[in-house]
Structure formats: structure tokens, C-alpha cells
């Protein structure tokens, strides 16, 4: 279908697209690079490369020293956190070692996650209690807590059916520079999250896009703009109308935005102009 001419000119007017959360090293379809230079040929001009482990920490901070627009995001994903359970402080080290060579490339650390969709698959993958597997999540979520403060980043939390338990870590540490990737909850915890941390970030996503998303589209309509980021969490959970035809990429946080743009008030401009703000403020130094 063809777009509304507002948006349209909109592209044509505005390159104040940032993607905030995507992994271009995952992609299968396209090569990295070709994502990337679809991205910033586009007019785009910023994208965080979030990663998952050491690894592709040092291909995010790779990437964010070939393309100016890239910032890095570096830290273990909870399911790979097990495999670092017994050097939990090597692993602190590392990543602070790879801050200070590079802090210029990293902008926040992140994903971390409380996971709990996964964990009957991990308890037989690593033959661990599922108890187990929480408390060396909640060891490796309170540790990024602490090198983050220590660095003075924001993080970037994935919470997988632990809403509450990331909260109260939240609060027992008393952090409140964090951003909530993939935002699946409803306004009412938006707004818990938002009366503990008046600056926080909620990430909206893909899924904003879905007819069936409505508590999550409620969320987007209703909190304050200051408190809203788009991301794609590319390569996975293409938006609509790409959904089910097309791996994600950066490019499509455009439908992201224009959802956002749909289910509020105010006028485009502001809209587009303010998340922009709001990303840029919080993760660019180059
Ligand atoms: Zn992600």
C-alpha cells in the first residue's frame, strides 16, 4: 500500500532515525555491511549494535570504528552467561578493560537480561536447578549494575517474563539510568517503572506494530514522549508490513516510528524530532 504523503515527506525532510537496539552481525539474509550501508544510504544516522558476549562485543566496537554512526553496546546475554558462571569477575575485567581501550565506540552496557522464558531449556542444556539458573542471572544482572555505575553508562535490560524481579533489583540497587528493551508489559508497569526513574527509557519495538499488541500499544499512546525509544531487534521480529516476508533490518524502525507517530497526539514532527533527542542525548558521544 502506498504510504501517507505526510510520512513521505517526512522522509524526505528528516534523517532523525536512530535505531537504538539491533544486532547486524546476526543477519542471515543480507550481509552485515549491506544492512548497515542500506541503513545510512537511507539518510539514517545512528544505530546501536548491542551484544550478546565477548565476542561480539569486540565486532560491535569493530563496527562502530568502520562506520561513525554505529555505537557499541557490549555485555554477555543471559544465556550465554552460564558459560561464563565460574569467571564472573575475569569476565567483569574484560568487559571494563574493553571499556577503557575503546570507551569512545561504547555507549551503554547491555543486553542483560532476567530470563525466565528459557529456563527449563537451560536447566537441561547445563543439567542445572532452574533456581539455579536464576541466581547466576541476578549475579551477572547486580554485576553489570555495579560496573555500570562504576563507568557511569546507562544499561539495557531484557526482561523476559521477570518483570518484577527486575524491578526490585532495580530498587535494591537503586539505578535508575537504564533503558527496558522490548517492552511487552502494560502502561501500569511503564508507569511503576517511570514514577522509580522519571528518565528511563522503554523501548518500543516490532510488536507495536501487530493488531494484537493492544496493551502494549496503550503503553506507547500514553506515557510521556521523553520516555519512549524505538528500536528493531533486528535481525528478529520483523514489523508489520515486512512481518513474516522479510528478515528484520535497522531500515525498519521507520514502522516502528510511524505506529508511534499513529497512536499519539502529537503532531509528527514533534514526535520524530523528540525521540530522536531522546536517543541521541542518552547514547551518542561521536
Ligand atoms: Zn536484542
Known amino acids: ?106 555507549v551503554a552496557i547491555g543486553e542483560c537480561w532476567l530470563d525466565y522464558h528459557w529456563l527449563q531449556s537451560l536447566s537441561e542444556k547445563y543439567a542445572l536447578p532452574k533456581q539455579e539458573i536464576i541466581t547466576i542471572q541476578k549475579e551477572f544482572f547486580k554485576a553489570q549494575i555495579n560496573l555500570a555505575k562504576k563507568l557511569k553508562l546507562p544499561i539495557v535490560i531484557h526482561n523476559r517474563n521477570a518483570s518484577e524481579d527486575v524491578f526490585l533489583l532495580l530498587q535494591e540497587s537503586w539505578f535508575k539510568n537504564f533503558v527496558f528493551h522490548c517492552f511487552s508489559e502494560g502502561y501500569d508497569f511503564a508507569m511503576k517503572l517511570i514514577n522509580f526513574a522519571p528518565e528511563c527509557k522503554l523501548w518500543f519495538w516490532g510488536i507495536v506494530t501487530f493488531n494484537s499488541a493492544l496493551k502494549i500499544q496503550e503503553a506507547a499512546a500514553k506515557i510521556p514522549l521523553k520516555n519512549i525509544l524505538v528500536e528493531t531487534d533486528s535481525p528478529y521480529l520483523t514489523p508489520a508490513p515486512h512481518r513474516g516476508k522479510q528478515e528484520n533490518e535497522p531500515l525498519y524502525v521507520r514502522h516502528v516510528l510511524d505506529k508511534i507517530i499513529d497512536l499519539r497526539d502529537e503532531s509528527p514532527e514533534e514526535i520524530e524530532r523528540e525521540i530522536f533527542e531522546n536517543s541521541k542525548k542518552l547514547f551518542t558521544k561521536k
Not at 5 to 30: G, N, Q, W
Not at 49 to 69: E, W
Not at 72 to 90: F, M, N, Q, R, S
Open 1 to 106: 500500500m502506498e504510504k501517507p504523503i505526510c510520512s513521505r515527506v517526512l522522509e524526505l525532510c528528516f534523517s532523525m532515525m536512530y535505531d537504538t537496539h539491533c544486532h547486524p552481525y546476526l543477519a542471515k539474509e543480507k550481509s552485515q555491511n549491506l544492512i548497515l550501508e542500506n541503513f545510512f544510504w537511507s539518510g539514517w544516522e545512528y544505530l546501536n549494535c548491542i551484544a550478546v558476549d565477548i565476542q561480539s562485543s569486540r565486532v560491535s566496537i569493530d563496527l562502530s570504528k568502520k562506520y561513525s554512526g554505529v555505537q557499541a553496546v557490549i555485555w554477555i546475554h543471559p544465556t550465554h552467561c552460564l558459560e561464563y558462571k565460574w569467571a564472573l569477575e575475569k569476565t567483569i575485567e574484560d568487559l571494563e578493560l574493553l571499556y577503557k581501550t575503546h570507551s569512545q565506540h561504547i
